[in-house]
C-alpha cells in the first residue's frame, strides 16, 4: 500500500490527522461536483466527516483506495460520491444498455444493500443515473424487469448477483467503478468465493475501493488480487 497518512501528517501536528486539524472542510472544498454538493446540501450535509476528508481526493482522482474505519464513520458517502461524480455526465446524449450497468456496489446483507441504495440513489439521479437494488430472499421477476429496462449502477448482494449473471441479464463488461463495502462481513458470510468470481468478471483496468473493518479471513488475498497501486486509508487507529 502506499500510506498517504504518513505524508499528509508531515504538516500536522503529532499525533493527530490531517481531518483532526482540518475540523470545517466542506464537500466542496475537497473537489465535490457542484451537482452533488447541492444533493448533499438538500440533504443536510455539508461538511466531509474524517474518512471522507482523507479518502475523497484519491476517490475523486480515480485511483483504488482501501479503506478501514469503524461502524458510523461515513463509509457510504466516501464511495457513493466518487461513484456518482465519475459515471455523472457519462449518458449525456448516451443509451442505456440493459443489464450493463457502468458501476457495481456489493455489500454482503440485503439490509446493508437498501441501506446504500438509499444513500446512493439521490446522488446517482443528480446526473440522471438510476440505481437497481439486487438481493436474495425474494422472487427475482422485478429485479430483472429492472434491469431489462436499462440500468447505471447495481447494488447487490453476491450471491443473488451470480445467480442473474448466469441466467444472462446481467453483464459487467461495462463496469468503471466496483465497490466491496464490509468485505470483512462478507468473508465472516463465506461470500469471498462468490465475490472472487463477480469481481473476475469486471473489466481489470476499473477503478476499485474496498472497505473492510480487518483484512482477516481471506479479505487480504482479495486486496492483493483487485486493487492495483492502492492507497491505504485508515480512520480506526483505536481498535
Ligand atoms: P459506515 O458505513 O461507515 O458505518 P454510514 O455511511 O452508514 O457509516 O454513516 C453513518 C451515519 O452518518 C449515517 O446516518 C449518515 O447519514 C451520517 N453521515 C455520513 N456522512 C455525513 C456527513 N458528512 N455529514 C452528516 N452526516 C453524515
Ligand atoms: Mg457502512
Not at 55 to 73: E, F, I, Q, Y
Not at 121 to 138: D, E, K, R, S, W
Request: aromatic share 4%; proline share 5%.
Amino acid at each position: 500500500f502506499r500510506l498517504s497518512r504518513s505524508v499528509r501528517d508531515a504538516d500536522a501536528p503529532k499525533g493527530t490527522t490531517l481531518s483532526e486539524t482540518l475540523p470545517e472542510t466542506t464537500f466542496a472544498d475537497l473537489g465535490v461536483p457542484a451537482a452533488l454538493v447541492s444533493a448533499l446540501a438538500a440533504d443536510g450535509k455539508t461538511l466531509a466527516f474524517p474518512i471522507q476528508v482523507d479518502t475523497l481526493p484519491d476517490t475523486l482522482g480515480g485511483r483504488d483506495v482501501l479503506g478501514r474505519g469503524k461502524t458510523g464513520s461515513g463509509k457510504t458517502l466516501a464511495f457513493s460520491i466518487p461513484m456518482a461524480a465519475r459515471l455523472g455526465g457519462k449518458l449525456a446524449g448516451g443509451k442505456r444498455r440493459p443489464g450493463r450497468p457502468l458501476g457495481l456496489v456489493l455489500a454482503p446483507t440485503r439490509e446493508l444493500a437498501t441501506q446504500i441504495s438509499a444513500v446512493l440513489t439521490p446522488l446517482a439521479a443528480a446526473y440522471g443515473l438510476n440505481t437497481t437494488t439486487i438481493f436474495g430472499g425474494v422472487n427475482q421477476t422485478r429485479q430483472v424487469t429492472a434491469l431489462k429496462a436499462g440500468v447505471d449502477i447495481v447494488v447487490a448482494c453476491p450471491g443473488r448477483l451470480e445467480d442473474l449473471m448466469k441466467q444472462g441479464f446481467v453483464n459487467l463488461d461495462a463496469v468503471e467503478i466496483t465497490v466491496l463495502d464490509e468485505a470483512d462481513h462478507m468473508a465472516d458470510l463465506g461470500f469471498l468465493p462468490v465475490v472472487t468470481r463477480i469481481l473476475d468478471k469486471t473489466p481489470s483496468n476499473g477503478q476499485r475501493l474496498l472497505f473492510s473493518a480487518t483484512l482477516d479471513n481471506g479479505v487480504d488475498k482479495l486486496v492483493k488480487r483487485f486493487l492495483h497501486n492502492e492507497v491505504l486509508h485508515s480512520v480506526d487507529e483505536a481498535t
